[in-house]
């Protein structure tokens, strides 16, 4: 049981488009564990609900968005104390869809703000309530490799290209490689070790069983 009487809540967002995908099998034991640790969770499949990564005109200008399933993101995104986001690494970046998704769900004036109302090249105030937010990653590259030959580019856009620009106090990632030729029992694994790092983040927060 959760002895705190504070709201909690979490989103979970998973972006591959095979949904027996060990992206799919992170995202449910993120979802497990969050729950075990009294959160009421949230779990968005962005393939299965088709979601649409294109930012409108009046969206890249810092207007309003009038797509009804972006505004729900955004709200779920606003709510949340927790977010836990699971993709591949595509060619170093994330997968087009959930890009799009950052684009436009980490609104201006939503997710972050500017003192003067305007991006004048200053430090911009993060307007989220997020206490931490965790980023699962899968790749097909050793460790060794991608630190030597691409700078791991991916941690560098979450940490601190969108998540601690709008805020965000307390930032986790993990990448879980090499999925291609990985067994069923290092797969088991590895799952632990996710639900071990939600559990080690919200009760950092102060969320307990």
């Not at 060619?91 to 997710?111: C, E, H, T, Y």
């Not at 097909?140 to 630190?147: A, K, L, Q, V």
């Not at 291609?180 to 927060?205: C, D, G, V, Y």
């Amino acid at each position: 049981m959760k002895k705190e009487t504070r709201d909690s809540r979490a989103l979970v967002i998973v972006c591959h488009p095979d949904r027996k995908s060990f992206n799919h099998a992170l995202a449910n034991a993120s979802v497990t564990g969050l729950q075990a640790r009294g959160f009421s969770v949230n779990l968005r499949d962005l393939y299965a609900e088709n979601f649409d990564p294109v930012i409108s005109r009046e969206e890249f200008h810092g207007g309003t968005t009038q797509d009804a399933n972006v505004l729900e993101h955004i709200a779920l995104l606003q709510s949340a104390n927790m977010l836990v986001v699971i993709h591949p690494n595509c060619w170093g970046s994330p997968p087009a869809m959930i890009k799009g998704w950052m684009d436009r769900v980490f609104a201006l004036n939503s997710a972050y703000a500017f003192e003067k109302g305007t991006d004048l090249g200053d430090t911009p105030k993060g307007l989220l309530r997020l206490e931490a937010a965790i980023v699962f990653n899968t790749s097909n590259t050793t460790e060794e490799r991608e630190r030597a030959d691409f700078g791991d580019p991916l941690d560098r856009i979450w940490k601190d290209c969108l998540l601690r620009y709008c805020g965000v106090p307390k930032v986790d990632r993990r990448v879980f490689r090499v999925v291609a030729t990985s067994t069923a029992e290092l797969r088991s694994t590895w799952l632990l070790q996710a639900r071990e790092l939600i559990e080690q983040a919200s009760s950092s927060l102060g969320f307990s069983e």
